[in-house]
């Protein structure tokens, strides 16, 4: 009965690895965009909210991945058309049970174009 505990210990211990991550670089931008400084320009845009999501199950089973880029991914898809989120914030909320576990990245601000803002 001990060993029985001590390897669903050591199972339960070690099952917290199982969930799985992002292998993709970071987007950055070298174009910088003056015009995306002005408070108009964000007030034209759609204000958009976006949310990605990872739970596991017993600590063993992944479902979903949150990540900062398929939450601007989801926030960007309410407003066809557009590629830049401004003035954005982000949020990521931690829930875990003793069977349940979900961390969730969420994030808001205004949807543009920057090919629009970059005509002169």
């Known amino acids: 009965m001990k060993t029985t505990l001590r390897l669903l210990a050591a199972a339960l211990a070690l099952s917290g690895c199982t969930i799985s991550t992002i292998d993709a670089p ?3 931008t ?3 965009l003056p015009e995306a400084a002005r408070p108009a320009v964000a ?4 204000e958009v909210t ?3 999501c990872s739970r596991s199950i017993l600590f063993i ?3 979903g991945v949150a990540t900062v ?3 601007v991914e989801d926030a960007l898809a309410q407003a066809p058309g557009t590629d830049t989120l401004l003035r954005y914030e ?7 049970a003793l069977v349940y ?4 990245t969420q994030v808001h601000g205004y949807a543009v174009s920057s090919q629009r803002l970059a005509q002169p």
């Open 30 to 32: 070298t174009k910088p």
């Open 90 to 96: 982000e949020r990521q909320t931690y829930v875990s």
């Open 61 to 63: 089973i992944p479902i």
């Open 101 to 104: 576990h979900e961390f969730c």
């Open 69 to 71: 880029n398929s939450a």
């Open 26 to 28: 970071v987007t950055v």
């Open 43 to 46: 007030a034209e845009g759609k």
């Open 50 to 52: 976006g949310e990605s």
